[in-house]
Protein backbone atom coordinates (compact mmCIF):
# COMPACT_ATOMS: atom_id res chain seq x y z
CA UNK A 1 0.00 0.00 0.00
CA UNK A 2 1.47 3.28 -0.84
CA UNK A 3 0.76 5.82 1.63
CA UNK A 4 3.12 8.64 0.58
CA UNK A 5 0.52 11.08 -0.24
CA UNK A 6 0.10 11.25 3.62
CA UNK A 7 3.14 12.35 4.23
CA UNK A 8 4.18 14.54 1.01
CA UNK A 9 6.10 12.57 -0.97
CA UNK A 10 6.20 11.31 -4.42
CA UNK A 11 4.20 8.40 -5.41
CA UNK A 12 5.40 5.09 -6.51
CA UNK A 13 3.79 6.10 -10.01
CA UNK A 14 4.52 9.48 -10.11
CA UNK A 15 9.17 8.48 -9.39
CA UNK A 16 8.42 5.62 -12.00
CA UNK A 17 6.82 8.44 -14.82
CA UNK A 18 9.87 10.70 -13.41
CA UNK A 19 12.46 8.00 -13.75
CA UNK A 20 11.29 7.63 -17.37
CA UNK A 21 10.69 10.94 -18.35
CA UNK A 22 14.32 12.56 -17.33
CA UNK A 23 16.62 9.63 -18.89
CA UNK A 24 20.58 10.00 -18.05
CA UNK A 25 22.13 11.29 -21.63
CA UNK A 26 18.64 12.56 -22.89
CA UNK A 27 18.27 15.36 -19.58
CA UNK A 28 21.58 15.01 -18.04
CA UNK A 29 24.99 13.61 -18.36
CA UNK A 30 28.12 12.98 -16.01
CA UNK A 31 31.51 13.74 -17.51
CA UNK A 32 35.04 12.45 -16.86
CA UNK A 33 35.46 16.17 -15.25
CA UNK A 34 32.99 17.18 -13.38
CA UNK A 35 31.37 15.23 -10.14
CA UNK A 36 28.25 17.32 -11.24
CA UNK A 37 26.11 16.29 -14.05
CA UNK A 38 26.02 18.50 -17.45
CA UNK A 39 22.76 20.11 -18.05
CA UNK A 40 21.50 18.86 -21.13
CA UNK A 41 17.87 21.06 -21.13
CA UNK A 42 19.82 24.25 -20.03
CA UNK A 43 17.26 27.11 -20.95
CA UNK A 44 14.19 25.29 -20.48
CA UNK A 45 11.23 26.00 -17.93
CA UNK A 46 8.65 24.66 -16.32
CA UNK A 47 5.41 24.95 -14.87
CA UNK A 48 4.66 23.05 -11.46
CA UNK A 49 0.73 22.49 -10.96
CA UNK A 50 0.47 20.60 -7.58
CA UNK A 51 -3.04 19.47 -6.54
CA UNK A 52 -3.10 19.59 -2.47
CA UNK A 53 -5.64 18.18 0.32
CA UNK A 54 -3.94 19.90 2.68
CA UNK A 55 -4.10 23.60 2.93
CA UNK A 56 -1.33 25.69 1.39
CA UNK A 57 0.08 26.97 4.05
CA UNK A 58 0.75 23.82 5.83
CA UNK A 59 2.37 21.87 2.86
CA UNK A 60 4.49 24.55 2.20
CA UNK A 61 5.86 25.96 5.74
CA UNK A 62 5.25 23.17 7.94
CA UNK A 63 5.82 20.05 5.78
CA UNK A 64 8.49 21.78 4.09
CA UNK A 65 7.12 21.84 0.21
CA UNK A 66 8.55 18.23 -0.16
CA UNK A 67 7.24 17.03 -3.92
CA UNK A 68 7.64 21.20 -5.12
CA UNK A 69 11.52 20.70 -3.49
CA UNK A 70 11.98 17.61 -5.18
CA UNK A 71 10.57 18.77 -8.77
CA UNK A 72 12.43 22.20 -8.74
CA UNK A 73 15.87 20.79 -7.09
CA UNK A 74 16.53 17.20 -7.62
CA UNK A 75 14.83 17.11 -10.83
CA UNK A 76 14.77 20.54 -12.40
CA UNK A 77 18.10 21.70 -11.18
CA UNK A 78 20.35 18.81 -12.43
CA UNK A 79 19.05 18.66 -15.74
CA UNK A 80 19.07 22.70 -15.99
CA UNK A 81 15.39 23.67 -15.94
CA UNK A 82 14.09 26.57 -13.79
CA UNK A 83 11.14 26.46 -12.59
CA UNK A 84 8.83 29.77 -13.59
CA UNK A 85 6.01 29.33 -11.34
CA UNK A 86 4.40 26.36 -8.94
CA UNK A 87 0.55 26.90 -8.76
CA UNK A 88 -1.23 25.16 -5.70
CA UNK A 89 -5.06 24.12 -6.06
CA UNK A 90 -5.96 23.23 -2.78
CA UNK A 91 -8.10 21.53 -0.65
CA UNK A 92 -9.42 18.68 -2.81
CA UNK A 93 -11.22 16.64 -1.23
CA UNK A 94 -13.60 19.31 0.01
CA UNK A 95 -14.01 21.44 -3.16
CA UNK A 96 -17.05 21.86 -4.65
CA UNK A 97 -17.75 21.38 -8.42
CA UNK A 98 -17.76 24.77 -8.95
CA UNK A 99 -14.23 25.06 -7.25
CA UNK A 100 -13.19 21.97 -9.69
CA UNK A 101 -14.59 24.43 -12.72
CA UNK A 102 -12.60 27.69 -11.83
CA UNK A 103 -9.24 25.13 -11.16
CA UNK A 104 -9.83 23.79 -14.71
CA UNK A 105 -10.13 26.98 -16.24
CA UNK A 106 -6.85 28.13 -14.49
CA UNK A 107 -4.89 24.97 -15.46
CA UNK A 108 -6.19 25.69 -19.32
CA UNK A 109 -4.81 29.58 -19.10
CA UNK A 110 -1.53 28.23 -17.49
CA UNK A 111 -1.05 25.39 -20.27
CA UNK A 112 -2.12 27.92 -23.51
CA UNK A 113 0.95 30.47 -22.17
Known amino acids: MDLSYLVGLITCFDKRFVDRLFLPR ?3 EYTEKSPLPKKLLKGKTSEIISTLDTPVWYYKYIMGDVEGKLLRVNIGDICGI ?9 VMRKSTPEQQNEWLEKVERLASR
Open 82 to 90: KNKNTTYLS
Open 26 to 28: LTY
